[in-house]
């Protein structure tokens, strides 16, 4: 696992010094699965959800909380995001809403907490929208599925570790 780096001398919590890292592309892919009735998933592709149009709502509130993710996660340095994306798609057979966001930026730190809060937060949405029709949605699954960039490198998940 290495060196713990958010911990000072006296074993405190700190924010990392990146001033010394170099500036390079980073980017992230993360995903939320959402999990409901086959009845609420169709009242989603069909427009009729109580509060309106929720993939739309879900979309603009992923958005949001990546450009917010320091202000929400303690640690995290706040990022000048180049590029989110927050896509949905809705399975109604299996009564499943996957959400998949992607964060890009040119930085000194990577952007796996801006993707992964914006996973969480649409899928917190998709709940809020539809829990008028069902109380029993749940968030099955958030997570990173791949990053770009920076001194760990590379990473994409293994099938073996998908959920």
Same mark, same amino acid.
């Given at each position: 696992?290495?060196?713990?780096?958010?911990?000072?001398?006296?074993?405190?919590?700190?924010?990392?010094?990146?001033?010394?890292?170099?500036?390079?592309?980073?980017?992230?892919?993360?995903?939320?699965?959402?999990?409901?009735?086959?009845?609420?998933?169709?009242?989603?592709?069909?427009? %009729?959800?109580?509060?309106?149009?929720?993939?739309?709502?879900?979309?603009?509130?992923?958005?949001?909380?990546?450009?917010?993710?320091?202000?929400?996660?303690?640690?995290?340095?706040?990022?000048?995001? %180049?590029?989110?994306?927050?896509?949905?798609?809705?399975?109604? %057979?299996?009564?499943?809403?996957?959400?998949?966001?992607?964060?890009?930026?040119?930085?000194?730190?990577?952007?796996?907490?801006?993707?992964?809060?914006?996973?969480?937060?649409?899928?917190?949405?998709?709940?809020?929208?539809?829990?008028?029709?069902?109380?029993?949605?749940?968030?099955?699954?958030?997570?990173?599925?791949?990053?770009?960039?920076?001194?760990?490198?590379?990473?994409?998940?293994?099938?073996?570790?998908?959920?």
């Amino acid at each position: 696992m290495g060196e713990l780096t958010h911990l000072d001398e006296r074993g405190q919590a700190r924010m990392v010094d990146v001033g010394d890292k170099s500036v390079t592309v980073r980017t992230a892919t993360a995903r939320a699965l959402v999990r409901m009735s086959p009845a609420t998933a169709a009242a989603i592709v069909s427009g %009729d959800a109580p509060k309106g149009d929720v993939l739309a709502t879900a979309r603009i509130a992923g958005i949001q909380a990546a450009k917010r993710t320091s202000e929400l996660i303690p640690l995290c340095h706040p990022l000048a995001l %180049d590029k989110v994306t927050v896509d949905a798609e809705v399975d109604v %057979d299996a009564g499943l809403v996957t959400i998949t966001t992607l964060a890009r930026v040119t930085g000194k730190t990577g952007v796996e907490m801006e993707a992964l809060t914006a996973a969480s937060v649409a899928a917190l949405t998709v709940y809020d929208m539809v829990k008028g029709l069902e109380k029993s949605v749940t968030i099955a699954e958030v997570a990173l599925l791949a990053k770009t960039g920076g001194k760990s490198g590379d990473y994409v998940r293994s099938d073996s570790a998908a959920g």
